[in-house]
């Protein structure tokens, strides 16, 4: 059988929120790839070789990847959520840009999951309702200077924000600054959805006004939804309900 690759989404956390098109992709694979913690919630089996790595060789581990399906195996790239979303699909494409013209005839399909953000969102109501957008916070990537020019245009034109990789231990600086950058441009009374491991048993959902709003109110597992001026909540005896309505006047 020639060799396929698929990238795929192992959606937030919950094997319920797995698609039946990724379950059936890691039935038929022979190699999974990816970072430590995403290849080990893919069961081992007779056939399979699990291929986990750090998360800091996201280019050596697509091309491995994509030398693999080009050899005949059988590969899946897993990534958490959407493989399209801050993951591997993009890191993949890189690879094969750079890499040897004979990769280009490979199968590659990317098989789409539950973004972290969507599945904060439902879990708190529909604080992504109206215009939003995703900003990463990490600046491995990109430099700071960046995200912040980004996070004031964002404000400024009022989206609803959803932030991924809020704060890490490496960098705990850039949350503080973001909730800093928030007080000199938006009410106090600005809604903030601090979700985290959203799926699993360790989900914890607290909305909050920027007023109350900490820096280690978020870490590496948590989503962070700003809501847009419109954002409001509906108080009830039970998890109150956050959301932006879909029109604005
Ligand atoms: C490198 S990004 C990967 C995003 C992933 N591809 C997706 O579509 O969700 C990792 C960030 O996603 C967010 N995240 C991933 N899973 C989450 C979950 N179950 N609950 C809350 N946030 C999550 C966190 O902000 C985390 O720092």
Not at 56 to 78: F, N, P, Y
Not at 180 to 190: H, K, S, V, W, Y
Request: proline share 7%; charged share 20%; hydrophobic share 50%.
């Amino acid at each position: 059988m020639s060799g396929w690759l698929m990238v795929a989404g192992l959606g937030p956390g919950s094997e319920a929120l797995v698609t039946p098109e990724v379950t059936a992709a890691l039935v038929q694979a022979t190699d999974i790839v990816g970072y430590i913690p995403y290849v080990a919630r893919v069961a081992p089996r007779e056939g399979l070789t699990l291929h986990p790595t750090d998360n800091r060789v996201e280019g050596e581990r697509a091309a491995h990847a994509l030398a693999m399906a080009a050899a005949g195996r059988r590969v899946v790239v897993v990534s958490s959520g959407d493989p399209g979303v801050f993951a591997m699909a993009a890191a993949v494409f890189e690879a094969l840009e750079a890499g040897p013209e004979a990769w280009r005839d490979i199968d590659i399909r990317v098989l789409p999951g539950i973004t972290a953000m969507l599945a904060a969102s439902a879990r708190a109501g529909a604080p992504l309702g109206h215009d939003f957008c995703a900003i990463n916070l990490s600046d491995n990537l990109k430099p700071w200077e960046l995200i912040e020019r980004r996070l004031r245009l964002a404000v400024e034109a009022d989206f609803a924000i959803a932030l991924y990789n809020p704060r890490s231990k490496a960098r705990p600086e850039g949350f503080a600054r973001t909730l800093d950058l928030l007080r000199e441009t938006c009410g106090d009374d600005r809604l903030i959805l601090f979700a985290r491991a959203v799926s699993t048993p360790e989900e914890v959902l607290n909305i909050v006004p920027l007023s109350q709003a900490k820096p280690d109110m978020a870490d590496m597992r948590t989503m962070v939804i700003i809501g847009s001026s419109q954002t409001r909540v509906i108080p009830r005896a039970g998890a109150p309900i956050l959301y932006t309505p879909r029109s604005v006047a």
